[in-house]
Nanobody, 124 residues
Framework: QVQLVESGGGLVQAGGSLRLSCAPS????????MGWFRQTPGKEREFVAA????????HYADSVKGRFTISRDSAKNTVYLRMNSLKPEDTAVYYC?????????????????WGQGTQVTVSS
């Protein structure tokens, strides 16, 4: 069984930065694409960013372009989300996601594997 293990969430002031990390644990896992979604109470999960493991092509939600950067370390099999210039509206639970095969990018249904979520809180 594959589990995605996230770390790096926390409380930060507006304008600050955080870096989230995510790595699969359990059996050997080769991902096609990994990414991040976020969710606030009463709202649907929202796409944040994704990266294709081979080639490294990236995609971002308009709301985070220019502020967030997704990257991967193939040697560590880890994906990162660097979040700069954080705003209170970025406050959410952030979920790491992964797909093993060719799939879409922006829908939660495109990803089979999900982490447990990590809370990011941005104070004003």
């Amino acid at each position: 069984q594959v589990q995605l293990v996230e770390s790096g969430g926390g409380l930060v002031q507006a304008g600050g930065s955080l870096r989230l990390s995510c790595a699969p644990s359990g059996r050997t896992f080769n991902s096609y694409r990994m990414g991040w979604f976020r969710q606030t109470p009463g709202k649907e999960r929202e796409f944040v960013a994704a990266i294709r493991w081979s080639g490294g092509s990236t995609h971002y939600a308009d709301s985070v372009k220019g502020r967030f950067t997704i990257s991967r370390d193939s040697a560590k099999n880890t994906v990162y989300l660097r979040m700069n210039s954080l705003k209170p509206e970025d406050t959410a639970v952030y979920y790491c996601v992964a797909s093993q095969y060719y799939s879409g990018i922006y829908s939660p249904n495109d990803y089979r594997y999900w982490g447990q979520g990590t809370q990011v809180t941005v104070s004003s």
